[in-house]
Nanobody, 123 residues
Framework: QVQLVESGGGLVQPGGSLRLSCTAS????????MGWYRQAPGNQRDLVAS???????NYADSVKGRFTISRDNAKNTVYLQMNSLKPEDTAVYYC?????????????????WGQGTQVTVST
């Protein structure tokens, strides 16, 4: 079993910054893509940013230039630095990790989600 624990959410004023962290633990052979998603009330869960094990990144258009995703493979941790936050960034942010849990020539991966962390941007 694999567990993802997120931290770093909170209340911030418009224009402020927050840094989210997500650490994976458990039966991990390797972690491939890691990502951050967000879900506002009444909306679907959408991709915010993702990063491959090799460091290639992908961002939603709405956060390009403001958010930066990074990871520390040795610590099984992914980060999301969020700058110039806007009220529309308010949501629950979820971490996702694509994990190989068993060694082998044929690689099988499973997706694991964190419990979510609330980010509120408001005056």
């Amino acid at each position: 079993q694999v567990q993802l624990v997120e931290s770093g959410g909170g209340l911030v004023q418009p224009g402020g910054s927050l840094r989210l962290s997500c650490t994976a633990s458990g039966s991990i052979v390797s972690i491939y893509t890691m990502g951050w998603y967000r879900q506002a009330p009444g909306n679907q869960r959408d991709l915010v940013a993702s990063i491959t094990r090799g460091g290639s990144t992908n961002y939603a258009d709405s956060v390009k230039g403001r958010f930066t995703i990074s990871r520390d493979n040795a610590k099984n941790t992914v980060y999301l630095q969020m700058n110039s936050l806007k009220p529309e960034d308010t949501a629950v942010y979820y971490c996702l990790a694509e994990v190989q849990t068993q060694p082998g020539v044929v690689v099988t991966t499973y997706d694991y989600w964190g419990q979510g962390t609330q980010v509120t941007v408001s005056t």
